[in-house]
């Protein structure tokens, strides 16, 4: 259902990468056009994590094979560093491509799902996504989602066993854009909030500062940056 997505992903970092998509084959291998291949075209395997997270818990991951040897000298490290360190950043950017918000249902027991559809001709139909749960009392439950998407049109809606929200339309999705959406799922009109979009993206595209970031974190959490 998310081809289309997993594709994006995996030529967002191909793509930046300084030779990942050449069109010529490393390590003896066919090429891959673009420098990515579907999995299971490539070679049959059983029990993946990426098909068992993506089926059970809505996580979109890819396979990136970055050398011919399992296991390269020290002495080569540094350039695969910097080879892969602007696919890296960019594909750690693709998270603020995306529609999240919360879901407020009248109990726990009823765990939202989080339905979005495209409304472009491409055929595109994203898999739907269920809430995860912050915080509960007496009087409601929170959830939260966050779904990735490729940029277009779509239209969303939360459901619950008792009540369903009316679809509401998503402003077209560019490139590093978030789009906030709220539900109330605990009243057969579920009201939703006006969605709001932060279109302030964070670039750290610049080496020195995140290297002065991990210093200072190096610094003031020392049992987790060790």
Not at 124 to 145: A, E, H, L, M
Not at 157 to 179: C, D, G, K, L, M
Request: one cysteine or more.
């Amino acid at each position: 259902a998310d081809d289309k997505l997993f594709k994006r992903l995996a030529t967002i970092y191909a793509s930046n990468h300084e030779f990942m998509a050449s069109k010529q084959p490393f390590c003896g291998d066919r090429p891959f056009p673009g420098g990515i291949t579907n999995g299971a075209h490539w070679y049959p395997l059983t029990g993946g994590m990426e098909d068992f997270n993506y089926y059970w818990a809505d996580c979109f991951e890819i396979t990136i094979e970055l050398t011919c040897c399992k296991y390269p000298e020290e002495s080569e490290l540094e350039g695969e560093y910097h080879a892969n360190l602007e696919s890296l950043l960019q594909y750690i950017e693709q998270g603020y491509t995306a529609v999240r918000g919360k879901v407020y249902t009248s109990s726990a027991g009823q765990i939202p799902t989080i339905e979005i559809l495209s409304e472009d001709d491409s055929g595109y139909q994203p898999k739907n996504i269920t809430g995860f749960q912050i915080q509960s009392d007496k009087s409601r439950t929170s959830f939260v989602y966050h779904r990735l998407l490729p940029p277009g049109a779509y239209k969303i809606r939360a459901s619950t066993a008792e009540h369903t929200s009316a679809w509401q339309n998503i402003p077209e999705i560019t490139q590093n854009q978030v789009f906030d959406f709220d539900f109330r799922a605990n009243q057969a009109s579920a009201a939703t909030n006006s969605p709001t979009s932060n279109n302030q993206v964070t670039h750290q595209h610049n080496h020195q500062q995140l290297e002065q970031f991990f210093e200072k974190m190096t610094k003031t959490c020392p049992d987790i940056f060790r």
